[in-house]
């Protein structure tokens, strides 16, 4: 079962949720946008913690500053990434083995955003739906630590042949899989968001992870 419990991170104190798995691996899972009624429990965020659960892994969700119960306020990515880290050197000491950092919309942006300022992490990055027609990439010059990218056929926020041009610039070996029936908000695909990300973890993560 989850626990609550609380970050600290420079705004304050973050709320979040923690499921303890039976092996060392953990995944962090980011929230869409604040301001559009994106928080850690979203569907799309559920999902995707759901798979890493199904394949025995710790899972870390949490609300951004001035989301939910966290306390701050909404910094336009700045801070966000602050946050990011907070629950990064959390699950450091936690789990003890390999970390993943998977976000959607939004959290799959912040995650990015992060993923630069520390070009020496060895994080693995799952981004599903990263907001390309919505937030600025041009930071996002490089992401060797991409693994995965989920998109949908009918994103027109995350646009599937937008991202089908980016993902080479990001990294070339990064797997792409695009749900062509699905919208930005996958609406009646979210166990198959769990599925696919279930299978391709059970698939990949010997060699990509």
């Known amino acids: 079962m989850e626990k609550r419990i609380v970050l600290e991170s420079s705004a304050g104190k973050l709320e979040a ?16 946008h604040p301001l559009y009624g994106g928080d850690m429990d979203n569907p799309v965020v559920m999902a995707l913690a759901a798979a890493y659960r199904k394949a025995g892994w710790s899972v870390l969700r949490f609300n951004f500053r001035g989301t939910g119960r966290s306390q701050g306020e909404y910094s336009g990515g700045r801070g ?11 699950m450091r000491e936690q789990a003890g083995g390999s970390i993943h950092l998977a976000g959607y919309s939004f959290g799959a942006w912040v995650n990015s955003l992060w993923a ?5 992490h060895s994080i693995p990055l799952v981004m599903v739906s990263p907001p390309v027609n919505f937030l600025s990439f041009d930071e996002v ?5 991409l693994r995965l990218v989920v998109a949908g056929g ?3 926020i995350a646009p599937a042949d937008r ?19 699905a919208d ?4 009646g695909f ?18 990509k992870a």
Do not use: C
């Not at 966000?80 to 959390?90: H, K």
């Not at 630069?116 to 020496?120: A, E, L, S, Y």
């Not at 010059?141 to 630590?145: A, E, K, R, Y």
């Open 141 to 145: 010059n490089h992401l060797p630590g």
């Open 190 to 207: 979210w166990q198959s968001m769990t599925d696919i990300v279930v299978q391709w973890l059970r698939e990949a993560i010997l060699t």
């Open 163 to 181: 991202i089908l041009e980016m993902v080479p610039h990001w990294n070339p070996s990064a797997d792409l899989m695009i749900m062509e029936e």
């Open 17 to 32: 949720a923690v499921f303890r798995g039976a092996g060392d691996k953990a995944a962090i899972i980011t929230h869409p």
């Open 154 to 156: 009918l994103d027109e």
């Open 116 to 120: 630069v300022r520390h070009r020496d």
């Open 80 to 90: 966000e990434v602050e946050d990011v880290q907070a629950a990064v050197s959390f």
């Open 184 to 187: 930005h908000f996958y609406g």
